[in-house]
């Protein structure tokens, strides 16, 4: 029974972890394996500072290596279908006003392991996101935030 959990992206997303799995394997680990040689080769490694720092590095990149060979092997691509769809879907860019203010918003929804809030990707799985999922153009959602409640209306859904 497979219980780890299902990994959403967007095509965009898993080329994305594709290449940095590639350069982690390629790349970065003949650089971290060049650097513990070199550290080697100063001598005596007990109280080599070069030499804890580059094992440091390299257990950091093994690491991320099988957690995006593990997410990589339980993904799904969701395909943006431009098929004009009213109704808000990972992959689509939502356009929401916030009915207070009147401030309008625009955020493409996304898997959480996609989500960059800086980047105006957000989750599936976050507040908003779990609050506009499934809804359409001009419906009026509530998301709970923690000063309480706020009320956008998706004006648009590409």
Same mark, same amino acid.
Not at 120 to 140: H, M, R, T
């Given at each position: 029974?497979?219980?780890?959990?299902?990994?959403?992206?967007?095509?965009?997303?898993?080329?994305?972890?594709?290449?940095?799995?590639?350069?982690?394997?390629?790349?970065?680990?003949?650089? *971290?394996?060049?650097?513990?040689?070199?550290?080697?080769?100063?001598?005596?490694?007990?109280?080599?500072?070069?030499?804890?720092?580059? &094992?440091?590095?390299? $257990?950091?990149?093994?690491?991320?290596?099988?957690?995006?060979?593990?997410?990589?092997?339980?993904?799904?691509?969701?395909?943006?279908?431009?098929?004009?769809?009213?109704?808000?879907?990972?992959?689509?860019?939502?356009?929401?006003?916030?009915?207070?203010?009147?401030?309008?918003? *625009?955020?493409?929804? *996304?898997?959480? $392991?996609?989500?960059?809030?800086?980047?105006?990707?957000?989750?599936?799985?976050?507040?908003?996101?779990?609050?506009?999922?499934?809804?359409?153009?001009?419906?009026?959602?509530?998301? &709970?935030?923690?000063?309480?409640? *706020?009320?956008?209306?998706?004006?648009?859904?590409?």
């Amino acid at each position: 029974m497979n219980t780890e959990k299902e990994i959403i992206l967007t095509p965009e997303g898993l080329n994305k972890l594709e290449q940095e799995l590639g350069i982690l394997k390629t790349v970065k680990r003949r650089e *971290v394996a060049e650097r513990i040689k070199q550290a080697i080769e100063f001598g005596d490694i007990s109280e080599n500072s070069e030499y804890e720092d580059a &094992k440091n590095e390299q $257990a950091f990149i093994e690491g991320r290596i099988i957690t995006l060979e593990k997410m990589l092997r339980n993904v799904r691509v969701i395909e943006h279908k431009e098929n004009n769809s009213d109704i808000v879907h990972i992959g689509a860019k939502v356009t929401l006003q916030d009915l207070e203010c009147g401030d309008e918003f *625009v955020y493409t929804l *996304v898997g959480s $392991a996609e989500a960059d809030p800086m980047n105006k990707k957000i989750s599936n799985e976050s507040p908003v996101g779990k609050a506009i999922i499934g809804k359409k153009k001009g419906d009026i959602v509530e998301v &709970k935030v923690p000063v309480g409640k *706020v009320k956008y209306k998706i004006i648009a859904v590409v």
